[in-house]
């Protein structure tokens, strides 16, 4: 059974950070892409980052580019996500997802990933 696990959310002032970690168990994503997302309180699920399997391609949402750095360590099957500067604007669910087909590049929207964490709940006050 497959399972993505993130951790590391919370609740931060604005202007700090914070790192979420997403630990795959069940199979490897070692030659899969793996993304970030987030869902605030009645708002559609959307893209935040991506990485590809060897780390070469990254890609980020324009409201999170300069403040936000996706990173994966693919001996330990984790991707990471670097949040600074955070603003009240970042509060939501995030959610780590990865791409079934190895070596894929998948479009940066909900449709492009095949698998799913629980989500971390990210709260940033002002």
């Known amino acids: 059974q497959v399972q993505l696990v993130e951790s590391g959310g919370g609740l931060v002032q604005a202007g700090g950070s914070l790192r979420l970690s997403c630990t795959a168990s069940g199979r490897t994503f070692t030659t899969n892409a793996m993304g970030w997302f987030r869902q605030a309180p009645g708002k559609e699920r959307e893209f935040v980052a991506a990485?590809?399997?060897?780390?070469?391609?990254?890609n980020y949402a324009n409201s999170v580019k300069g403040r936000f750095t996706i990173s994966r360590d693919n001996a330990k099957n984790t991707v990471y996500l670097q949040m600074n500067s955070l603003q009240p604007d970042d509060t939501a669910i995030y959610y780590c997802?990865?791409?079934?087909?190895?070596?894929?590049?998948?479009?940066?929207?909900?449709?492009?990933?095949?698998?799913w964490g629980q989500g971390t709940q990210v709260t940033v006050s002002s």
């Open positions: 990485i590809s399997w060897s780390g070469n391609r990254i």
């Open positions: 997802a990865a791409d079934a087909d190895p070596r894929s590049w998948p479009l940066p929207s909900v449709r492009g990933y095949d698998y």
